[in-house]
């Protein structure tokens, strides 16, 4: 059965809405962060940027046997979910917010000043939305 994931920059919302709408729809709701500390789906640990380095590649790879296993249809969070092939989503949601709020969001979470703008930066630039084309998916715009 095919998913739908949420995307977007950290800090726009993904997992608010991603929670919501499972729970209107009855979907599944995957928490992609917590697989990937408790699998150990990365490469390793950005000091500097205080992230893991998710292998990509190895998520995916997770996430379509998963979507291929459930009985139940998932909703997905992550910021990296939009990298899954067209073939496994039914829809790909971009969540995005006003870039003041995303700053005030981003500094209330005591993330670095590089940190917070980078994150701007990303969302100034419409990165996941951009990639989630170049991917193919049939995309919706959420603003929170
Ligand atoms: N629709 C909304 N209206 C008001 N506040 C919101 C909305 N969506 C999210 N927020 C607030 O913004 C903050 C970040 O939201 P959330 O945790 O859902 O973002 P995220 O995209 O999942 O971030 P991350 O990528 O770091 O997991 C939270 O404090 C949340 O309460
Ligand atoms: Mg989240």
Redesign the pocket.
Known sequence: MKAIVVS??????????AKALARKKNYSYVDV?KLVRELKLYDSYDRKRKAYVVDTKKLNKFLIRLIGESKKKLVI?S?LSHYLPKKYLELCII?KCNLKKLKN?LEKRGYSKSKVRENLDSEIFDVCLNEAKEMGHKIKIIK?
Do not use: A, E, L, V
Request: no cysteine.
């Open positions: 977007g920059t950290p800090g726009t919302g993904k997992t608010k809405t962060n969070d910021h969540t969001r929170t």
